[in-house]
């Protein structure tokens, strides 16, 4: 139906008509006609014909059109929204009639060749979707979901929103859905399952009351929810007059001159009772417009245009020239200032946050305006802003509960994580650790959801095809939407990560292997297993090394017996010392073969030469300690107390080691099971082993770059079931490898069944979330705090059935692997160190005893005192260290006076002690002035004489 209206016949009868068409179902099209358009008429004189049309009805569309061009108007106005406004404009354009769009915001309703008659007086969704992102970051609120109708203005409108919370990098969109007239419940179901907290409308206002209808219904219009819808719904507060239950809605539209001079006067004109909206402020500015560029135009030709023959259309060859005539018009109007680009659109980039309430005084609801938003200012609040539920505070934006939600599990038989009870139908008859776990998180406040147990058809946990790509199991229900969660122990892999989602674990796994004990077989060199190969080399290296540096050190050291006596004899200047060095020079006797002396310097107790730290003693000392005991000789130098002290400490490690791993490979040798080790198990061909089908070991071990860990792979025999494995290992010699928590519960009653080794490939189990699952959160949450509370250990301790299998050993063998180097360095590394702090005490010796050394008139400073120590020691080190004794008969006759006849054999220090106790040596250097001669004579002196010579 088509009604063509003349509202006004101005004076000059030659005068210009501008036509405006709206549609019956367009929400202001009481006010305009009644109200806005006359005044405009009447304070404008412009004749203004009004042409109504159908929405729905394509063909009413066309004939509304074809009949404003028909009439002879000079431009068309109208309020319709982007989809209607392209339409009118794609009739229009062959004619070349400009076309003023008030409302129209679509970014891709574009300004091409066949468009280039449109006028657009509001910014495009590209900007309202920066203000919308803008409110977002104010309120933190950085999970949202989108739902926009299926026309062009709620699909662009949307992919623009996108598009800007993509860039920020910081958002997630947690659903994002469109609908049409028949779908809108399916669309807020989605939202709803994906918990997000703040929606985005962005549709056309008359789907509006039908979306928020819906969206209350389902329970989305609450108080810890947040609607934001855009100026379409925003331009129409009427339609949701009496819906008391929408309070709360934030909106976008943009800026009008609020409380300027001309509304205010517009206002009084028309009165209160219209709702003053975007769309009627815009139309009575485009009239101001139009009817401005009309009396510069005044030379226009009338139109002469028919819609009679399409093929033959003639443009109207003034429509351009109106079209930048209207551009170039600019009018301080109710909407603010109006300016135009050359593309005929607004230059104004600025829109008003507004906040639906109910004010006092009035009986209909309106959009306050509580804040703005430019581009350049950005967003800025000037009133406060009432939340859904009146609330005055921000919600969070987060979900905070599972309430009302039904959840399907996906669940599998695999005791003691779960398995269907007997003689039960339903959902809920499945029992173990998972339902259990289920149960508990039903039940907690903040969540509060329903669920079932839903099982795969193939009763697999789920693993991918290499050639489809595709998975099988509960992980292809969850991916096919078949299931919202699985509620298993899913072990975590790279594999399955990036299919899906794991919650945080609910319990810690690995791999382990198992295998039936034997009788025990003998081993001769058990006492050999504890340490490796390498570690008993290295302990003979360090005991020889040990031994060497305790003799060096012994003599050396100022403090030592050997290198104390020595350097006194070197440096005594008593004629007993004389003697001593001229005998040494004469017949190559060592200094350590003389031991007593009258002289105060070299007086040594003589039952205490047994207990210098000669090399035979340092091995001693040494060896003695291996073996936990102590012996006599022991040095007196605090460098050499320190590396005995080190050495000790160093055996008392490794003998606590040695015998905690001994104790293990006793218990080892005695169940008779003759591989410790998973590497060892590769290495012998007396067991075979085997690995479950398809199972995550399988893949987990496959994919391991530890070549060894490959190899067992390799290796493995197949099984096809838990139970199966489980018979091959109690028929004997057969090793199962699976997952530990599965071989714990499967060796209840098994006495005779070990773990070997140590646990290999440590890893998580958890519950599978499709990716980006809403759920996520909040059941981590929870999921935390089990842990915290140590729910998940009772609920092992009551599923396991270990403790109370009555055998009287553990169940697992070679926990306590042969210790090898790689262990053992660091001990090493201690003694090395203690070596070093010793040769650090060995140098602090010599500078403390360099300083106690007298002064004499050679040596007087601290330098020189220590230039004369180590000189003396390196001829020590040269003459007394490698040089070889002489035997007595090969010392001159004259020579050996006193010494006695030991029928050639060398001078031990025995015989050097037991002549020493009835005689002294007296050297006399009788040097003439033609001869160097030197003899020894001897004095006998009676027993225990000290007189000097």
Known sequence: MLLLLSLFTPFYTDSHSVGFLLST???????????????????????????????????????????????????????????????????????????????????????????????????????????????????????VAIIGSDSSYGTHGVHQLQSALTDEHNFVIKSLVFFNERSVSRA????????????????????????????????????????????AISDSPGLLAGEGDFEGLIGLMPSMAWGSPQYTKFRSEVGIQPQITQTVLL????????????????????????????????????????????????????????????????EKKQYDIVNFIYPDGLTYPIFRQVGNWSERSGITFHSPVLFHGGKKTPPIGLPNQLSGLHLRLGVANNLPFAAPIANCTGPHCWQGICPEIVATLAREDNLNFTYEFISPHDGEFGMMDPETGEWNGMIGDLLSQRTDMIAMDLSVGVERKQAIDFTVPIMDSG????????????????????????VWMTMGAAFIVISSMLNLFSKISPYGDYGQKVHAIQVC??????????????????????????????????????????????LWATGAGLVGQGCSSLPTSPSGRFILLIWWFFVLLMLSMYTANLTAFLTLDKIGITVDSAAELVLQSRYKWGILE??????????????????????????????????????????????????????????????????????????????????????????????????????????????????????????????????????????????????????????????????????????????????????????EWFAFRKKLSDIPKEQKNGIGNNNGRLVSMFNLKRLQRNSAFVAMAAKNKDTTTLTITREIRPSGDGANL
Not at 290 to 317: D, G
Not at 578 to 584: P, Y
Request: hydrophobic share 40%; proline share 4%.
């Open 573 to 618: 200047t008593c004629t007993k010392c004389e003697e001593m060095r001229v005998a040494k020079h004469k017949g190559n006797i060592k200094f350590k073969d003389h031991y007593s002396s009258d002289c105060m310097v070299m007086r040594v107790e003589e039952d205490a030469q047994s207990h210098m730290m000669t090399f035979y003693n340092s």
């Open 188 to 231: 807020l179901g989605a939202i709803k399952r994906s918990l997000a907290r703040v929606i985005v409308l962005n549709c056309e206002g008359r789907y509006g009351p039908m979306v928020l209808g819906e969206a209350r219904i389902q329970g989305l219009v609450a108080k810890d929810y947040v609607w934001i819808v855009t100026d």
């Open 511 to 534: 791999i382990s292997l198992v295998v039936m004990g034997e009788s025990g077989k003998n081993n001769p060199f058990f006492f050999l297993s504890p340490f490796g190969n390498s």
């Open 25 to 143: 179902e367009n929400t202001h099209y009481t006010v305009l006609t009644d109200t806005i358009l006359p005044l405009a008429n009447k304070n404008t004189n412009q004749s203004i014909q009004v042409v109504e049309f159908h929405p729905d009805s394509l063909y009413d569309l066309v004939e509304a059109t074809c009949a404003m061009v028909e009439s002879g108007v000079v431009a068309v106005v109208t309020p319709e929204g982007s989809t209607l406004t392209s339409q009118i404009c794609d009739l229009l354009a062959p004619f070349q009639i400009p076309l003023v769009s008030l409302v129209a915001t679509d970014p891709q309703i574009g300004h091409g060749d066949h468009r280039d008659n449109l006028i657009l007086l509001s910014p495009s969704d590209t900007y309202q979707s920066q203000a919308i992102t803008a409110l977002l970051k104010h309120f933190k609120w950085f999970e």
């Open 694 to 879: 398809g199972s995550f070991v399988e893949s987990l071990l496959t994919n391991n770059v530890d070549p060894e860990l490959k190899k067992l792979v390799e290796g493995a025999e197949r099984v096809y079931s838990v139970e199966e494995g489980n018979q091959r290992v109690l028929d004997g010699l057969f090793v199962l490898i699976d997952e530990t928590p599965a071989i714990n519960y499967n060796l209840v009653g098994q006495c005779n069944i070990f773990l070997i080794g140590q646990e290999i490939q440590p890893f998580d189990y958890g519950f599978g979330l499709p990716k980006n699952s809403p759920y996520t959160n909040l059941i981590n949450t929870n999921l935390i705090k089990f842990r915290e509370e140590g729910y998940f250990q009772e609920l092992w301790k009551k599923w396991d059935k270990t403790p109370d299998r009555g055998c009287d050993h553990g169940h697992d063998v070679g926990a306590n692997e042969v210790l090898r180097m790689d262990t053992l360095k660091g001990i090493f590394y201690l003694l090395a160190l203690g070596l070093l702090i010793s040769c650090a005490l060995l140098i602090a010796e010599t500078v403390i005893a360099t300083i106690q050394d007298p002064m004499d008139i050679h040596h007087q400073s601290f330098f020189r005192k220590l230039a004369r120590r180590v000189k003396l020691k390196w001829q020590d080190i040269t003459t």
């Open 283 to 346: 139309a009575s500015d485009a009239i101001t417009v139009m009817a401005e560029a009309l009396k510069v135009s005044i030379t226009l030709s009338k139109p002469n245009c028919s819609c009679s023959n399409y093929s033959e259309i003639e443009p109207w060859k003034d429509g351009w020239e109106l079209r930048e005539t209207i551009l170039s018009t600019t009018i301080d109007g109710l909407s603010g200032p109006v300016y135009l680009d050359s593309e005929g659109v607004t």
